[in-house]
């Protein structure tokens, strides 16, 4: 029986030049490179022109999630430097945590300064258990830092730059980068056309970064992510009179998590674990997707080709390269108009 090639991890890998590795966002955001894809035909932009695709009564799904502040920087007792990325808290002294540090054994402490340090409970899930010797709270806020993706090698980087204005609800590791994009003049914009704009909430983990191990991909465990689905957005996208527009993959995973099977979005508060790649029958019917340009062999270019298709977006991709657009979270953008004849 003949491999179904959508299906293999390997069939989702391209050559991208690493000098296409965005590794800052631009000074103005919405001067990035837009890639406009409409039943196979593409249109070269720069995002503020996106506007033109929006009429009166359009709506926008965004992710409105905060990124933490994750990245703590301490020492061993013997000196030696320990970076502590936490994954999530437990309570207000007990964290689990990513340890770089040579030889993290249980009972040790990473000391932050005089009067805050931590002991290396156990560990748990190739992750280890911490637990502060007070509430760190108020020290993570004021000397944590934001966790970067791993491909951006910038140490310039500020914590700011790592949040989108849509930036509200505590709780990612990282940003929901699609909306980094929008400018406070390009949203006066689009309400000033008529355009509605409505949040919905998913916290994205480190998980996102985790690389597709598994030959074929529906082997691959997908990580957990919470999310929450307002009554207000719900509502909003159930009676609505215009398209609907979603911005990122988050945005996109979040509302398909609280679909029924009517196409009804149901308001909820929950967690996730979809993976979406060609073959997936979507139960919401959404009209656009703002994206990014994502990893070779990642579970976003996954979820991108099951709209348009593993070997269109391939193609796309190759287009994207040809013209120089930036990749991941700090590049340039994509919009896939899945109902095209709508546009």
Known sequence: ??????????????????????????????????????????????????????????????????????????????????????????????YKALLKMKNPKPGSKIIFNNELFAEILHSEDFNFIIKFNQDATEFIEKFGRVTLPPYVKNPNIKDEQYQTIFAKEPGSIAAPTAAFHFSKELLHQLEEKGVKFYPVSLHIGLGTFAPVKSDRITEHDMHEEEFFIPEETAQAINNRKGRLFLVGTTSLRALESSTDESGKVIPKKTSTKLFIYPGYKFKLDFDALITNFHLPKSTLVMLVAAIIGREEILRTYRIAIENNYRFFSFGDAMLILRNFNKF
Not at 48 to 72: E, G
């Open 1 to 94: 029986m003949a491999l179904n090639k959508d299906l293999m991890l390997e069939s989702y890998n391209f050559e991208l030049p690493k000098e296409l590795i965005a590794q800052a966002p631009l000074e103005k955001r919405d001067e990035s490179k837009l890639l406009v894809y409409k039943n196979g035909q593409i249109e070269h932009l720069l995002f503020k022109d996106i506007i033109k695709y929006f009429s009166k009564d359009d709506i926008i799904i965004y992710n409105n999630t905060k990124v933490l502040k994750t990245k703590l920087f301490g020492k061993k007792e013997t000196g030696g430097k320990v970076e502590v990325t936490l994954l999530k808290k437990i309570d207000n002294t007990t």
